[in-house]
């Protein structure tokens, strides 16, 4: 399996507080992205990653900001997290030019009350 | 259209049968084209990209469509262990390469004993 880690697994937050969930890869892609998934919905992509301090928004990206200081951290913020904001959050990695992920993260469920 | 549509299934599938799914898109200047898998509250992974001439990996096949707009997934000689949720992924046709894919909500297959 790839070396690619998110963690918290799980979180239970409340509205109004930020929260920070952390991706780690040890495979050195250049590229990560963010996505989350909600029933109903297809994966949708929050931010990415190009390289280090390179970042982009994703179709999602309202609410979230992203950083990535070292080529293997890629780290999402919710600033003020809100109800909808609840979902299963995965972090992926790739050396493609394509924009496929490669590998994807665990995952992390983040609900907020 | 939407931008990328999928039979949600559930497919009911014996063991040993051939099963088939298709994925439409609706942006005709879409170029790269992929099948992931999801198992039940994992994460995603990478099945196969879909090449133009058509491609084969084991017993799974993809085709492409371009007059039609869509892809294909056929799986031979099913086995329990491909019970999942494939998800048709496509580029979105504009923009650069990264950030710009799409995925489907996927197709439930369950292949039983």
């Known amino acids: 399996d790839a070396g690619i880690t998110q963690s918290p697994r799980h979180k239970v937050t409340e509205t109004g507080t930020p929260v920070t969930l952390r991706c780690h890869q040890t495979?050195?892609?250049?590229?990560m992205y963010w996505y989350r998934q909600d029933p109903g919905h297809g994966l949708r992509l929050i931010h990415y990653?190009?390289?280090?301090?390179?970042?982009d928004k994703g179709e999602v990206s309202d609410g979230y900001s992203v950083s990535r200081s070292k080529t293997e951290d890629f780290l999402l913020t919710l600033e003020s997290a809100t109800s909808s904001q609840t979902s299963v959050y995965f972090c992926?990695?790739?050396?493609?030019?394509?924009?496929?992920?490669?590998?994807f993260g665990p995952g992390t469920r983040l609900l907020v009350l | 259209r939407k931008e990328v549509e999928q039979d949600p299934g559930p497919f009911n599938v014996p063991e040993g049968a051939t099963v088939a799914f298709n994925c439409t898109y609706s942006?005709?200047?879409?170029?790269?084209f992929f099948w992931y898998r999801q198992d039940c509250r994992k994460e995603p992974k990478l099945l196969m990209s879909?090449?133009?001439s058509g491609n084969e990996d084991g017993r799974f096949t993809a085709q492409l469509n371009r007059a039609s707009q869509y892809i294909s997934l056929l799986i031979r000689d099913s086995k329990l262990s491909d019970s999942a949720t494939y998800l048709c992924?496509?580029?979105?046709?504009?923009?650069?390469?990264?950030?710009?894919?799409?995925f489907g909500k996927g197709t439930k297959l369950s292949v039983k004993p």
């Open positions: 992926a990695i790739s050396e493609s030019t394509s924009g496929s992920p490669s590998d």
């Open positions: 495979e050195n892609h250049r590229y």
């Open positions: 990653s190009y390289g280090v301090k390179d970042t």
């Open positions: 942006n005709s200047a879409s170029q790269s």
């Open positions: 879909v090449y133009s």
């Open positions: 992924v496509v580029n979105k046709g504009y923009g650069g390469s990264q950030g710009n894919l799409i």
